[in-house]
């Protein structure tokens, strides 16, 4: 197995896929897509454009589905909903067909959708993750971070280091597919017992701080709290497996 961190979709390669792709997006779209599943969602769709979202999930009924939409953090008007795990509750979500588009996250999706396997994580379920790669031993593995229209964000790569910590055998210098591993598993072992403090450092972490989500911060900053697996079953939708 070969294990390679890429921050943001535009430094993951283009042209490429890996056996298995693993895409991060903390704050807060993995997150909220993990929180989704768990709660009984029966799938979620990723769209990067909401004209699109909104004519897509047009042929269900209201009473079938929920429209998640999110740019800087805020709600987007013709949604139903904005981007906060804490608003899919049990009761909100289960039975529904949820669709879903973010900044990042969901453009991050779609830049590896033609992956073997595709899969989300966050800290609130990566467990799940090393758990699937672990047992199914992918040959080749990319773990790409959403980042914040373009740059690097911590909160992504201290996930990626999360996981890479948990896969990578250092007596295997071949299991190391970029630098990138190595740095995302050193910011892991600096801020693993502290990751609140770290997301109110982060560039997006304050700015959603700014739109006092002080409570999403918290809640995201928990670490494999579910044993959830967001699966990709046909291109950008979502469904779960543990
Ligand atoms: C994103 O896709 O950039 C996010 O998930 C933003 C957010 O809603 O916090």
């Known amino acids: 197995m070969k294990i390679f961190v890429y921050h943001t979709?535009?430094?993951?390669?283009?042209?490429?896929?890996?056996?298995?792709?693993?895409?991060?997006?903390v704050l807060r779209a993995t997150t909220?897509?993990?929180?989704?599943i768990n709660g009984?969602?029966?799938?979620?769709?990723?769209?990067?454009?909401?004209?699109?979202?909104?004519?897509?999930?047009?042929v269900l009924l209201a009473k079938e589905r929920l429209r998640l939409g999110e740019r800087g953090g805020k709600k987007v008007e013709s949604c139903d909903m904005g981007n906060s795990p804490l608003d899919c509750t049990r009761e909100i979500v289960e039975g529904k067909q949820l669709f879903i588009s973010t900044t990042n996250g969901t453009r991050a999706l779609q830049r590896v959708q033609n992956a073997d396997v595709v899969m989300t994580a966050a800290m609130i379920n990566y467990g799940a993750a090393v758990k699937y790669i672990k047992s199914n031993h992918p040959e080749i593995v990319w773990l790409v971070g959403s980042g914040w229209e373009g740059g690097y964000s911590l909160e992504d790569t201290v996930c990626a280091g999360a996981i890479a910590s948990e896969l990578i055998d250092y007596n295997n210098v071949d299991m190391i597919g970029n630098d990138e591993v190595i740095s995302a598993i050193a910011l892991y072992h600096q801020w693993k017992d502290n990751l609140e403090d770290l997301f109110a450092l982060a560039s997006h972490g304050q700015r959603l701080l700014r739109?006092?989500?002080?409570?999403?911060?918290?809640?995201?900053?928990?670490?494999?709290?579910?044993?959830?697996?967001?699966?990709?079953?046909?291109?950008?939708?979502?469904v779960f497996t543990n």
Do not use: H, R
Not at 32 to 36: D, F, G, K, R
């Open 9 to 25: 979709p535009e430094l993951t390669p283009e042209n490429q896929v890996p056996d298995c792709a693993v895409v991060i997006d």
């Open 32 to 36: 909220t897509i993990a929180t989704a």
């Open 40 to 58: 009984g969602a029966k799938s979620v769709k990723a769209f990067s454009d909401i004209d699109l979202l909104l004519a897509e999930s047009e």
């Open 211 to 238: 739109l006092n989500l002080v409570e999403d911060l918290k809640y995201c900053a928990q670490k494999n709290i579910m044993d959830i697996l967001p699966m990709q079953k046909q291109k950008n939708t979502l």
